[in-house]
């Protein structure tokens, strides 16, 4: 085997267990594939989660190259993709779970369906760093609320990684974005353009009462689950709708009921696991291009530099809740 025909990759053999860098095949385009050279990855709460054997959901066994999130160049194409070709800027949520190989690695073939070209104004670890939460947050507020200019939208969770992306797309469609968080995410909050709430400050009824003068927000977005969930079914005005990424666990359902308000949820990992309705991750990450190219939306990125090398240490600074901002590995030499 050639030189040429290797890459470099990030294991996880069994439940944290330390990552090892291991020379591996590099892998070959299928038919709907891209092989992308990867330059960043983003670094997932997911990615601890599974490296932990805590995350049954995501159907990542162990050993395996972790990482969902990645930006790079295509270096080639497979035989039946005509939407790409070898040079063109790249990113998506691609991989790291169901068995797929994660960005943490030189290469790595893709489901075209995945892709988009990444907004010429950005980064490559800018890039890298929207996939997973813009397409979480897009998939809540688009697809399922219908979000529109004149309404009221609440964010759970505004500073956080699908937070601040969600306040961004709630504004560029017109909408008076308000967002819950601590004292000190509040700078965060009101530099993308929402009202911040300090939840530990204000009451449910009181932020309702201040904001909407007790009406009760059109659109409530959880980003957190728990607590957070059951708040927002008492946040959402009479018909509204309620968003969740975490719905996972026993909620009481009769605050949204006597409102009349309607709930879903998302499940961002099911296209990847599934195979079905991977070509609308991939339409939603160019609109997430457009709005980058339109000024619309900037990703909130941590500036520490970190390789394939320090893999750990990133992951540690994800764990500690030291970050501000995605965390980025760099595959290759980045800007």
């Known amino acids: ?91 998506g949520m691609t991989g790291g779970v169901g068995g797929i190989q994660g960005s943490l690695a030189e290469y790595a073939a893709v489901d075209a369906d995945l892709l988009a070209l990444k907004p010429a104004n950005l980064s490559m670890r800018e890039a890298a760093a929207m996939p997973l939460g813009f397409i979480t947050a897009w998939e809540g507020l688009v697809d399922r609320a219908k979000v529109h200019g004149g309404q009221r939208v609440l964010v759970h969770g505004g500073a956080g990684g699908v937070g601040h992306l969600a306040i961004q797309i709630a504004r560029a469609f017109g909408a008076d974005v308000f967002a819950t968080g601590s004292k000190a995410s509040a700078e965060v909050i009101a530099r ?44 959402v005005r009479h018909f509204g709708h309620v968003v969740s990424a975490l719905g996972w666990g026993s909620h009481a359902l009769a605050p949204l009921s006597f409102r009349a308000a309607t709930y879903s949820g998302i499940f961002t990992l099911l296209p990847l696991l599934s195979g079905e309705g991977r070509a609308h991750h991939g339409a939603i990450m160019r609109e997430a291009t457009k709005l980058a190219e339109s000024g619309k939306l900037t990703p909130l ?34 800007s």
């Open 301 to 334: 990125v941590d500036a520490r530099r970190f390789t394939l090398a320090d893999v750990d240490a990133a992951h540690e600074a994800v764990r500690s809740h030291t970050a501000s901002g995605k965390i980025l590995i760099d595959i290759a030499e980045v």
């Open 192 to 235: 993308f353009g929402a009202t911040p709430i300090d939840y530990r400050a204000s009451s449910v009824e009181g932020y309702v009462a201040e904001h909407t003068g007790g009406r009760g927000f059109d659109i409530v977005f959880d980003t957190v689950g728990g607590v957070s969930l059951d708040a927002s079914f008492s946040a």
């Open 1 to 91: 085997m050639t030189q040429a025909s290797l890459m470099s990759a990030a294991i996880a053999d069994r439940p944290d267990s330390p990552l090892r860098i291991e020379t591996v095949p590099r892998p070959e385009p299928a038919a709907n594939e891209v092989l992308v050279r990867i330059k960043a990855s983003a670094v997932n709460p997911l990615d601890l989660k599974i490296r932990a054997g805590q995350a049954v959901h995501a159907r990542q066994p162990l050993p395996a190259t972790l990482g969902i999130d990645l930006a790079g160049v295509v270096e080639k194409v497979g035989a039946r993709v005509t939407a790409f070709r070898p040079g063109d800027e790249v990113y």
